[in-house]
C-alpha cells in the first residue's frame, strides 16, 4: 500500500486559513493518481471522522456538512498530492487531520491506507 504523509498543520486564530497536503512518501505502491483520497479528523475524545474526499480524476468531491462551503479539497496528479483548503476556521475545527486512500470517494468510503495525522489547533 502507499504510504502517505500529511503536512500543513498548525495553529491559527478563529477565521484564518490554513492548507493541508496529502502526499505519497517513498517509491513503492501506486501513485496518488490511482486511489480516491479523503480527509478525516479526530479530536480528542471523539471519534474519526470524515471531512472530505475526492474521486480519483478529481471531479467528484463529498464534503461533511459541518465544512461545506469553507474548506475545498483538490489533487495534483501531476504532483502526487491532495491538498485541503480550510477557510473560515473555527475552534471545533481542532483535531488531527488524516488523509486515505481508498478505492471510492463517497464518505462511507474504507480506508485502504493512512498517513500519520498533522496536527491543527484553532485557538486565539
Known amino acids: 500500500q502507499v504510504q502517505l504523509v500529511e503536512s500543513g498543520g498548525g495553529l491559527v486564530q478563529p477565521g484564518g486559513s490554513l492548507r493541508l497536503s496529502c502526499a505519497a512518501s517513498g517509491a513503492s505502491g501506486l501513485p496518488l493518481s490511482s486511489y480516491a483520497i479523503g480527509w478525516f479528523r479526530q479530536a480528542p475524545g471523539q471519534e474519526r471522522e470524515f471531512v472530505a474526499s475526492i474521486s480519483r480524476t478529481g471531479v467528484t468531491k463529498y464534503y461533511a456538512d459541518s465544512v461545506k462551503g469553507r474548506f475545498r479539497i483538490s489533487r495534483d496528479n501531476a504532483q502526487n498530492t491532495v491538498s485541503l483548503q480550510m477557510n473560515s476556521l473555527k475552534p471545533e475545527d481542532t483535531a488531527v487531520y488524516y488523509c486515505?486512500?481508498?478505492?471510492?470517494?463517497?464518505?462511507?468510503?474504507?480506508?485502504?491506507?493512512w498517513g500519520q495525522g498533522t496536527q491543527v489547533t484553532v485557538s486565539s
Open positions: 486515505a486512500t481508498s478505492n471510492v470517494a463517497t464518505p462511507s468510503m474504507a480506508a485502504l491506507s
